[in-house]
C-alpha cells in the first residue's frame, strides 16, 4: 500500500544498479536531501548544531569509513580514534601554515594524509587477521596519540599542548572559530557528508566493493578468482582512512575548536564508532547514518526526558544515561545482530506487502 | 601416440585440439607426507580430462598445484608450451584458469548477482576514482560485464534467484552459481572440484548436460575431479588415474577401465 513496486520495472542495467531502484525510496531521498540543503541552514541554532546536527554529520563519516574497512572488507580496527587524530592535526599543521587557502581543500588533504597513514598501519593486514590485527590497529591507537602529545612540532610548540583552530573561511564565509555562524558549519559538514556516502556508495556498488566483500566472505576463494588481495585491502584501508581523516579534520576544526589529543582522540572513540557500525549495521552506508545517530541522539533524549521532564538531578541523569545506553546496546545486539540497517530493511519488506501479507 | 601439436576428431565428432598445459614430473610434499610424487600427464584444448582416485589420492592437490594455490617442490607446469613462473592464485586466474571448489567457496553476504560479477574481475579496468564517480567509464564497463554475466545466469537457469543472498540457497543450487562464477570469467581453461559431490541423480544429470553444454557451446577444456564413475565414464575424453599420488593410470574410459592397476587400486588386491 504505503510502499510499493509494482509496475516499477527496470528496463536496463543502468536502472537496476542504481542507489535507490525502488521510486518511492528515490522520491524520499530527494525530499530528505531538499529539506536538509534548503531547509534545515535556516531554522538552524547554535545549540541544535552544537548539540545534533554536527556531530551526527561528523561521526556519520567516520562510520562510513570504519564501516567500509570492517563491514565491507572485514578488517577489524580499533584505530578509529587515532586515525582521526591524525586527520585533526594534519588539518591544524595546513590550517596554520597555509592561512590563505581554502579550508575545504585543507580538510580534502587532511583526508589524503590520514589515508597514507592508515595504508601504513593497515600493512600487518596481509598477515595476520581477525583478533590480532585488532590488536595491531590497537597498537596504532595508542602510538599516534603518544606521537601527538609528546613531539611538539605537532602543536606547534604551544605551551598547553593543545591545538586551537584559528579562523578560517571557505568563499570568504566564516567555517571556523568560534564566530562561524551556526547555518555555514552546518552546511559545510553536510557538503561533506553528502559526497563521503556517494563516494562509498559508488564504490561498494561496483567491482571494488565486490573485491572487498569478498575478501571479507572468503579470502582464500577470492584469490582464487583473481583478487588481488594486497590491493583489496590496502584500497579498503586506504579509501576508510580518507574518511575517518575528513572526520577528524571537521570534528577539530568544525566543532571542538580546541582539542587535547588523549581526550578527543582517546581510545574511546575508537570504540564509540566501531560500535555505531556494529549498531547499524556491518556492510551497510545506511546502518552508518543510522549507527551515528542512535549514539548522537540518544544521550541528548535521554537527559532531556530526564532532566526537562522528569524533574530529575543532573547527575543522577548522567550516570543513567552510561547504564541506559548500555543496556540499550545490549538489547539491540541480542534482538537483531545486523543491527539498525537490517531492522530497517524487515520493515521495508513487511511495509511493502501491507496490509495483504498472504 | 599423438603429437602434442596435432588435433583429432573424436567419436562423437568434437574436434581436440595440441596440448594446453602440460605437468611435468611434479612432486608435492608436505613434511614427510608426499601427496602426488612425480606425475606427469597434458590437458588438451577443448577436451574434457578427468582426475579420478580413491580418497587421499592427491586429486585435489593435484588441482590446487594446476590453480597455483600449492607450489610444487620438483616440476614444472607447462602452460600453452611455456614453462609457467612461480605465481600467486591471483595471476594465474588472469590467465584465463577458473576453478570450483569441493566445499563450496561462494561469497555468503553477497547476492547471486554480485557473486557471478565478481568471476568478471579480470575483465574490468576502471580504477578507484572512476567507480567512486561513477557515471561514465565505470557505470559502461559495469553494463557491458552484466550482459555475460546474465548471459551466464541464464545459461545456468538460475533467474529466478538473481537477487537472493547466497547464504539462502540449497546446496544444489549453490553449486550451479559456484559454476556460473567460473564461468563468467570466460576461462579458457576450467577446473572442476567434485561438481557432483553430494547431489541426487537429477541434480547429477542436470549439472552433466551443463558441463556438456559449456564444452560444446564455449570450447572450454575442463579438467574434473569426480568420484561418481558412471559420470566420469561418461562425460571425459580421456582419464588420470592417481593413487597414493602416484599415477596408475592414463588414457580414454575404455582403457583406464580395463587397466589392472586401476581394477586394483579400486577394488583392492588380496595379499596372500
Not at chain 1, 522520491?27 to 529539506?35: E, K, L
Not at chain 2, 580430462?49 to 617442490?73: D, W
Amino acid at each position: 500500500m504505503f510502499y510499493r513496486e509494482a509496475g516499477d520495472f527496470k528496463t536496463s542495467y543502468q536502472g537496476d544498479s542504481q542507489t535507490f531502484p525502488i521510486k518511492f525510496d528515490r522520491y524520499r531521498y530527494y525530499a530528505v536531501m531538499a529539506f536538509a540543503f534548503l531547509v534545515v541552514p535556516f531554522m538552524i541554532n547554535d545549540y541544535w548544531a552544537n548539540a545534533i546536527l554536527l556531530p551526527f554529520l561528523i561521526y556519520s563519516i567516520a562510520a562510513i569509513g570504519l564501516n567500509i574497512l570492517v563491514g565491507y572488507c572485514g578488517q577489524v580496527s580499533l584505530g578509529t580514534g587515532g586515525f582521526m587524530a591524525v586527520g585533526a592535526y594534519a588539518a591544524y599543521k595546513l590550517m596554520t601554515a597555509f592561512p590563505e587557502v581554502s579550508m575545504f581543500i585543507h580538510v580534502i588533504l587532511a583526508g589524503g594524509i590520514t589515508a597514507v597513514v592508515c595504508v601504513g598501519f593497515g600493512l600487518p593486514s596481509l598477515r595476520i587477521k581477525g583478533f590480532y590485527l585488532a590488536v595491531a590497529t590497537l597498537a596504532a591507537q595508542f602510538f599516534l596519540v603518544w606521537l601527538f602529545n609528546r613531539v611538539p612540532w605537532f602543536y606547534n610548540y604551544s605551551a598547553s599542548g593543545q591545538i586551537n583552530a584559528p579562523e578560517r573561511d571557505t568563499f570568504g564565509i566564516l567555517i571556523t572559530g568560534p564566530n562561524a555562524p551556526a547555518w555555514a558549519t552546518y552546511l559545510f559538514c553536510l557538503i561533506f557528508l553528502t559526497v563521503c556516502a556517494l563516494i562509498a556508495r559508488n564504490l561498494t556498488r561496483g567491482m571494488q566493493g565486490r573485491s572487498w566483500m569478498a575478501i571479507r566472505d572468503m579470502d582464500i576463494a577470492a584469490e582464487i578468482i583473481g583478487v588481488n588481495p594486497l590491493k583489496a585491502k590496502l584500497s579498503a584501508f586506504a579509501v576508510s582512512g580518507f574518511f575517518i581523516g575528513i572526520s577528524g579534520a571537521l570534528f577539530f576544526s568544525v566543532y571542538l575548536g580546541a582539542v587535547e589529543v588523549g581526550e578527543a582522540f582517546g581510545i574511546n572513540k575508537s570504540f564509540l564508532v566501531l560500535f555505531m557500525v556494529i549498531i547499524g549495521g556491518l556492510g551497510s552506508i545506511f546502518g552508518s547514518f543510522a549507527g551515528a545517530g542512535f549514539l548522537v541522539l540518544l544521550p541528548v533524549v535521554l537527559k532531556v526526558f530526564g532532566v526537562d521532564v522528569m524533574g530529575w538531578p543532573t547527575d543522577i541523569v548522567a550516570h543513567f544515561q552510561l547504564v541506559i545506553v548500555g543496556a540499550l546496546i545490549i538489547f539491540f545486539l541480542i534482538v537483531e545482530p545486523h543491527g539498525l540497517a537490517q531492522l530497517w530493511r524487515v520493515a521495508k519488506e513487511k511495509l511493502r506487502l501491507w496490509p495483504f501479507p498472504h | 601416440m599423438l603429437d602434442k601439436s596435432e588435433s583429432f576428431v573424436t567419436e562423437d565428432g568434437r574436434t581436440i585440439g595440441g596440448v594446453v598445459m602440460e605437468m611435468q614430473n611434479i612432486t608435492l610434499r608436505f613434511g614427510g607426507v608426499v601427496a602426488i610424487s612425480d606425475i606427469s600427464f597434458d590437458i588438451r584444448e577443448g577436451e574434457i580430462r578427468a582426475i579420478i582416485g580413491p580418497n587421499g589420492a592427491g586429486k585435489s592437490s593435484m588441482l590446487n598445484v594446476i590453480s597455483g594455490f600449492y607450489v610444487p617442490q620438483e616440476g614444472q607446469v607447462l602452460y600453452h608450451g611455456k614453462p609457467r613462473p612461480q605465481m600467486r592464485p591471483y595471476e594465474v586466474a588472469r590467465q584465463g584458469i577458473a576453478r570450483t571448489f569441493q566445499n563450496i567457496a561462494l561469497f555468503e553476504g553477497m547476492s547471486v548477482l554480485d557473486n557471478v560479477m565478481t568471476g568478471r574481475l579480470n575483465h574490468m579496468k576502471s580504477n578507484v576514482f572512476q567507480q567512486a564517480w561513477w557515471k561514465g567509464t565505470a557505470e559502461a564497463e559495469e553494463v557491458k560485464n552484466r550482459e555475460v554475466v546474465e548471459r551466464m545466469i541464464d545459461f545456468l537457469e538460475i533467474q529466478h534467484i538473481r537477487k537472493t543472498p547466497v547464504s539462502r540457497l540449497p546446496y544444489g543450487l549453490k553449486k550451479r552459481v559456484e559454476l556460473a562464477r567460473a564461468l563468467s570469467a570466460e576461462p579458457s581453461l576450467l577446473l572442476l572440484d567434485e561438481p557432483m559431490a553430494g547431489m541426487n541423480v537429477e541434480e547429477k544429470e542436470d549439472m552433466s548436460r551443463f558441463i556438456l553444454d559449456v564444452n560444446d557451446e564455449f570450447g572450454t577444456t575442463i579438467a574434473l575431479i569426480e568420484h561418481d564413475m558412471g559420470v566420469v565414464m561418461d562425460l571425459s575424453d580421456r582419464v588420470v588415474v592417481m593413487d597414493y599420488g602416484r599415477k596408475i593410470g592414463d588414457g580414454t574410459p575404455d582403457e583406464v577401465r580395463n587397466n589392472q592397476d586401476v581394477i586394483d587400486a579400486y577394488l583392492g588386491v588380496s595379499h596372500d
